[in-house]
């Protein structure tokens, strides 16, 4: 099991929203996060909520045709 403490989410958290703003990504736009249930998923949900985007999740189990 992976832990961190709340400053490295924190700091993870940051960087990834600075990485989705420089994708493009800005408030109000719609991010769909398909990925498995890793830590990293958290860190980008909060990352879009940090930023303002409107995210969804989808398991990254379901193959492209499932979606």
């Known amino acids: 099991m992976e832990r961190f403490t709340y400053q490295e989410l924190s700091n993870n958290v940051h960087l990834w929203s600075h990485y989705l703003i420089t994708l493009g990504i800005k408030p109000n ?15 980008a949900t909060l990352a879009c909520a940090r930023i303002g985007a409107v995210h ?9 045709e499932a979606l």
């Open 29 to 43: 736009d719609v991010v769909v996060l398909y990925m498995p249930h890793i830590p990293q998923l958290l860190i």
């Open 56 to 64: 969804s999740v989808v398991f990254g189990g379901f193959s492209a």
